[in-house]
């Protein structure tokens, strides 16, 4: 049953605290994203990656970092640089080829920093 | 540049009644335009697309979307809602960079559907 799987679902930190989000998908997409989302603003795009082991900054990449060494995953780091982390964390991966396919989500992360 | 608007925070509608969910955009060039739905924390579903062709455009659960060109409109459609439509629906455009669609998308700020029973 392909899909995109993140993990943990829920994740408390202290401030000052790193803390890492999978992202895993089964799918065979190239191109995986990383939004935040907060009550009333949408999505915005963190960071996203087209293919293996090459990644773009998204809108608001400060305090944010990523790996893309499989093509099956890409983790999010949310540092402690990141004034403001908490929120809901969604991953995506695109399907088709072109700039035509639409985006497949996984269920999320919802970071709270106490 | 570009941007997606979704004037609605809240459309409330009776089922059975039908819905309207306004989105409009401004991009340059022809626009990809997408449809999602949220429901309480889980993440995003598809549910159409418009890329290009036939203005009317179809999708899951009996929903539909009309691209309007002239009034750089793509409003969610359906004819008769449902209780389990009540979520946050979400609608988005393809960035458009320098050379062209980019691989990324612009959301607009949503708009939550509440269909009464």
């Known amino acids: 049953d392909g899909g995109i799987t993140q993990s943990p679902k829920y994740l408390f930190r202290k401030e000052g605290q790193n803390v890492t989000l999978s992202c895993e998908q089964n799918?065979?997409?190239?191109?995986m994203y990383w939004y935040r989302q907060d009550p009333g603003q949408g999505l915005r795009l963190i960071y996203y990656?087209?293919?293996?082991?090459?990644?773009q900054k998204g809108d608001i990449a400060e305090g944010y970092s990523v790996s893309r060494e499989k093509k099956e995953s890409f983790p999010l780091t949310v540092t402690s640089a990141q004034k403001n982390p908490t929120a809901f964390y969604l991953c995506?991966?695109?399907?088709?080829?072109?700039?035509?396919?639409?985006?497949?989500f996984g269920e999320g992360s919802r970071l709270t920093v106490l | 540049a570009q941007s997606v608007a979704q004037p609605e925070d809240q459309v409330n509608v009776a089922e059975g009644n039908p819905l309207t969910v306004k989105c409009t955009y401004s991009?340059?060039?022809?626009?990809?335009l997408f449809w999602y739905v949220q429901y309480p924390n889980r993440g995003l579903q598809f549910l159409l697309k418009?890329?290009?062709?036939?203005?009317l455009v179809k999708g899951s659960y009996g929903f539909e979307a009309e691209f309007n060109k002239s009034q750089t409109s793509f409003h969610l459609k359906k004819p008769s809602a449902l209780v389990s439509d009540s979520a946050l629906y979400f609608c988005?455009?393809?960035?458009?960079?320098?050379?062209?669609?980019?691989?990324?998308?612009?959301f607009g700020t949503g708009t939550l559907l509440a269909v009464q029973p």
């Open positions: 988005a455009v393809r960035d458009m960079g320098y050379g062209g669609a980019t691989n990324k998308l612009i």
């Open positions: 990656s087209q293919i293996v082991n090459d990644f």
């Open positions: 799918l065979n997409h190239d191109a």
């Open positions: 991009v340059s060039g022809n626009p990809y």
């Open positions: 995506a991966s695109k399907r088709g080829i072109g700039n035509t396919g639409e985006l497949f």
């Open positions: 418009y890329i290009t062709g036939d203005n």
